[in-house]
C-alpha cells in the first residue's frame, strides 16, 4: 500500500517552539546538564527538585577530554526541543564548558554556568542552581509557540528489547509510519548499521544517488569489522531456535523499520540532515575501536538520534524496554502481545495485534503516525507519563561524514 | 473484525502474517499443529507439522536455485523444491550472505534488475 496523504482526523499541523536557528521544538525543556561526575550529584538535586516542571538532567561523566562528547553537548544544549540550559561545572574537570556555553548563547537560549569550586561548594551550588531555573522556568513559560507542521518534525526510531515478534509486527508497521512520513515531508532517521548486516544490498538499491551506494555498504562493513573485534557474533543458534534461517533474515527484521523511502544520506552523531527525506546514521565509530562499544545501550543511540535533531524516537520492543528519554519523547511500540498485557501502561502502540488478526500492518502504521502527531502536539507518551527521563552519553572516536555522505555535500 | 486486506490476501488465514506482496514464504503468527487445514491463497492446505510460532512456510511453490522472498527481499536461496505449505528453514535454504567483506552480491540482484541468476557463482 503506497504512503498517501495524511487523514484529515488527525491534523498534521500543531504548534511548536521557534528557535533562533528556525529549527522549531515540540517541547520547551530546561537542562541541567552536569559535566563531569562529580557534578552529577548537585545537578541532579537541582533537576529532581524542579522535576514536574520539565526539568531533565542529561550529562557527560568522564574527565578526560572527548572532541565527540563535546560535539554531541553542544547539538543536545541547542536541541529545537530545548528552551534553557544550566550547566554545571565542578571546576577542574576537562570539559569545555565555556565554549559550551557561548555556543547555547549564540543559539539565544537562557544559559548558566554554575562552578562548584567556585560556588561554595554543595549546599550553596544547588540553592543558587534551584534559583536560577527557577527564574528560567518562568522565561520559557513566556515563550511563543508558532505553527509547526509534520513536515518540520525529524523523527527517530530504533529497537530495543527485540524478539521475534519484533520483525514480524512492530519494525514493519514502524516501516508504514515511517513512509508516510516520509510522503508529509518530514525527516526520518534510523540507526543501528550492526544491525543491518546482510543488508548492504538492499540500501544500496535503496540509495539516492550512486556514491551513496558504496558508502552505505561501507558503513555495514565497518560495523561487522567492529562487532567482530569486539566479539559479538551475528548470527547466533537462538536465532535459528526463534524461526530466523538467515543473518540477512534477521537484520531484515530490523532494517524493515525503515519503510521503502530512497535514502537521503548517511549521517554522522551530531550531523543535522540538510534536507527532508530518510537517512541512515551511522553510529559505529571511526579507526581502531578505543573505548568499545558503538553505544552500550538503547539510550546512548537515542542521545546520537536526538543529535542529528530527532524531535521524537519511535522505540519498538518485544520483551519490554521501559525506557524513554530526556529531551526528546519516546513513544514506544510493543510488538508482542503478552508483553503488552503484561506492561500495557508503559507501552503506547500495540503492534502485537497483528498476531491476534485484530489489525494490518498498514492500520498499526497509521496508527503510530497519528501518535506521532499527538505527541508533537504535546500529548505525553507512556515514558513521559512515567517520568522516565534517561539519557547516555560516552566516549567516542567518531570522524565527519566524508565527502559524498549528504545531499549537496 | 477482519481487517481490511488487498484481494490476493483475502483467502489466506489470519494466522499466517504476509509482510509484503511480492513474498514467497508467510510468518506463523501463532503455534498450529500437525493436521490443521488452512486457506492459503484461495489453495487448502494440512499442515504436516506442527509449527511454532515465527516459523515460516511456503506460500507458493518455491524451485530451488531461486530466492526465499520475505520482506519484499531474498533472504537466502531454497536448496531444494519447496512445495507450498512446506516449512522453510535451514534445511532448505541456503544464505547468500558471504560475511568475509564480498557484499556485492546483494547489490548485483537489485542493480542488474534482473533477479537471481538460477546457479550463479559466488565471487
Same mark, same amino acid.
Given at each position: ?6 487523514? @484529515? ?35 541532579? =538535586? ?104 509534520v513536515?518540520?518534525l525529524v523523527v527517530g526510531t ?16 514502524v516501516?508504514?509510519a515511517f513512509?508516510?512520513l516520509e510522503?508529509?515531508?518530514a525527516t526520518t532517521i534510523f =540507526? ?86 530518510l ?26 538520534l536526538?543529535?542529528?535533531g530527532a524531535h521524537l524516537t519511535l522505540? @519498538? ?11 526528546s519523547?519516546?513513544i ?36 503510530i503516525y497519528?501518535?506521532v502527531?499527538?505527541t508533537a502536539?504535546? =500529548? ?30 | ?8 490476501? !483475502? ?5 499466517? %502474517? ?19 487445514? %488452512? ?29 526465499? %522472498? ?15 505449505? !512446506? ?23 537489485? !542493480? ?8 550463479? !557463482?559466488?565471487?
Open positions: 500500500m503506497s504512503p498517501e496523504a495524511p487523514s @484529515t482526523s488527525t491534523s498534521p499541523s500543531f504548534e511548536g517552539w521557534l528557535r533562533a536557528d528556525g529549527r522549531k521544538g515540540i517541547r520547551n525543556v530546561l537542562v541541567v546538564a552536569c559535566l563531569v561526575e562529580c557534578a552529577h550529584h548537585v545537578a541532579r =538535586e537541582i533537576a529532581l527538585s524542579l522535576r514536574d516542571r520539565g526539568v531533565h538532567l542529561i550529562g557527560f561523566g568522564g574527565c578526560f577530554p572527548n572532541a565527540y562528547a563535546d560535539r554531541m553537548m553542544r547539538a543536545l544544549c541547542t536541541h529545537p526541543n530545548v528552551g534553557g540550559v544550566l550547566l554545571v561545572s565542578l571546576g577542574c574537570e576537562s570539559f569545555n564548558r565555556t565554549g559550551l556555553a557561548e555556543h547555547i548563547r549564540a543559539a539565544d537560549r537562557p544559559v548558566e554556568t554554575l562552578v562548584i569550586q567556585e560556588s561554595g561548594g554543595t549546599r550553596a551550588s544547588i540553592e543558587a542552581g534551584q534559583r536560577w531555573t527557577a527564574e528560567a522556568l518562568e522565561q520559557l513559560a513566556q515563550q511563543p509557540r508558532v505553527a509547526m507542521s513536515s518540520e530504533i529497537c530495543g528489547g527485540s524478539d521475534a515478534t519484533s520483525g514480524m509486527t512492530a519494525n514493519p508497521a516501516g508504514e513512509d508516510r510522503a508529509a515531508g =540507526e543501528e548499521t550492526g544491525e543491518l548486516i546482510g543488508c548492504e544490498g538492499f540500501l544500496a538499491a535503496r540509495a539516492e544517488r550512486p556514491e551513496l551506494k558504496r558508502i552505505l555498504a561501507v558503513s555495514i562493513d565497518k560495523a561487522a569489522r567492529h562487532y567482530a573485534e569486539l566479539g559479538h557474533g551475528s548470527f547466533a543458534p537462538g536465532n535459528a531456535e526463534g524461526g530466523l534461517t538467515t543473518i540477512e533474515e534477521k537484520s531484515l527484521g530490523a532494517y524493515s523499520k525503515s519503510g521503502h523511502a530512497p535514502i537521503q544520506g548517511l549521517l554522522k552523531p551530531a550531523d543535522l540532515p540538510p534536507r527532508p527525506g537517512y541512515l546514521l551511522d553510529v559505529v565509530p571511526d579507526g581502531p575501536t578505543r573505548f568499545g562499544f558503538a553505544n552500550i545501550n538503547d539510550n546512548a543511540e537515542i542521545a546520537e536526538m543529535a542529528c522505540f @519498538t520492543t518485544g520483551r519490554g524496554s521501559v525506557v524513554g528519554s530526556a529531551i519523547p519516546v514506544k511500540i510493543c510488538a508482542n502481545p503478552a508483553t503488552y498485557a503484561r506492561m500495557a501502561d508503559d507501552m503506547d502502540i500495540n503492534a502485537g495485534r497483528v498476531l491476534d488478526g485484530e489489525a494490518s500492518l498498514a492500520e498499526l502504521g497509521a496508527e497519528g501518535r502527531l499527538r502536539a504535546g =500529548e505525553p507518551t507512556a515514558s513521559e507519563r512515567l517520568g522516565h527521563q534517561e539519557f547516555v552519553l560516552t566516549y567516542k572516536t567518531s570522524a565527519p561524514a566524508g565527502p559524498g555522505c549528504l545531499p549537496g555535500g | 473484525m477482519k481487517p481490511a486486506r488487498p484481494a490476493l490476501h !483475502e483467502t489466506t488465514d489470519a494466522r499466517l %502474517l504476509r509482510l509484503d506482496p511480492r513474498d514467497n514464504v508467510l510468518c506463523v503468527a501463532r503455534a498450529l499443529s500437525a493436521g490443521t487445514v %488452512l486457506s492459503v491463497e484461495g489453495h487448502a492446505l494440512t499442515l504436516s507439522r506442527d509449527f511454532a510460532h515465527g516459523d515460516k512456510l511456503a506460500c507458493r511453490p518455491i524451485t530451488a536455485g531461486t530466492p526465499v %522472498l520475505k520482506y519484499g527481499q531474498p533472504i537466502g536461496t531454497a536448496t531444494q523444491d519447496i512445495p507450498r505449505g !512446506e516449512w522453510v528453514h535451514l534445511h532448505n535454504v541456503k544464505s547468500n550472505y558471504l560475511p568475509t567483506y564480498q557484499h556485492g552480491t546483494q547489490a548485483r540482484f537489485f !542493480e542488474e534488475e534482473g533477479g537471481w541468476q538460477a546457479g550463479e !557463482e559466488q565471487p
